[in-house]
């Protein structure tokens, strides 16, 4: 069997997230998953499991439900902080996953040159901060944030260069699962 991975978008339609301007965190988040989700699958040949395709997620409640059974889940995000200056790159989940956050904020910082936040490689315990035991988190996923919306200059970044983040992305989950791309 396959292993499965789940990558799913936060926030929503009736929930927007952050905004900066005009963009959404929903939005962005939807793209990140649509373009790992493209790359994993049609290079890599993985079985990912998403929450909606195109310009749609489900709501939480469900969206952690796709969790079961997979080997790893991903929530996309942004970070968004009322000083715009704000920057660098944290994934929250528990301790099991500590190794496989790091891992993607490495994976991001590679390729951006944004600092990775915090004393643990980007890792944040599910409780850390104005959080307190994070659903998606706490049902076995990752809660990625590669980014500050709320930074004007990031937030161009990652306009002009989402695919190339979104690749990082997609090759670290691929090695550490130790799969190859498709030739």
């Given at each position: 069997m396959k292993t499965q991975i789940t990558l799913t978008a936060g926030h929503s339609n009736t929930d927007p997230g952050a905004?900066?301007?005009?963009?959404?965190?929903?939005?962005?988040?939807?793209?990140?998953?649509?373009?790992?989700?493209?790359?994993?699958?049609?290079?890599?040949?993985?079985?990912v499991v998403t929450d909606g395709e195109g310009k749609g997620n489900l709501p939480l409640a469900?969206?952690?439900?796709?969790?079961?059974g997979s080997s790893l889940a991903i929530e996309f995000h942004t970070n968004a902080a009322v000083n715009k200056t704000a920057t660098g790159i944290e994934a929250l989940s528990t301790p099991?996953?500590?190794?496989?956050?790091?891992?993607?904020?490495?994976?991001?910082?590679?390729?951006?040159?944004?600092?990775?936040?915090?004393?643990?490689?980007?890792?944040?315990?599910?409780?850390?901060?104005?959080?307190?035991?994070?659903?998606?988190?706490?049902?076995?996923?990752?809660?990625?944030?590669?980014?500050?919306?709320?930074?004007d200059a990031d937030l161009k970044k990652f306009k002009e260069t989402k695919w190339t983040i979104c690749r990082a992305i997609a090759e670290c989950i691929a090695k550490h699962f130790g799969i190859s791309k498709n030739v």
């Open positions: 905004v900066n301007g005009s963009d959404r965190e929903a939005d962005i988040a939807q793209d990140i998953r649509n373009i790992v989700t493209n790359i994993l699958r049609n290079e890599y040949g993985m079985n469900k969206a952690v439900k796709l969790i079961h099991k996953n500590k190794a496989m956050c790091q891992s993607l904020c490495k994976a991001v910082a590679d390729v951006t040159g944004w600092k990775i936040r915090g004393a643990e490689g980007g890792y944040k315990p599910d409780n850390a901060g104005q959080h307190s035991r994070l659903a998606y988190a706490q049902a076995g996923g990752i809660i990625f944030e590669p980014f500050f919306i709320s930074n």
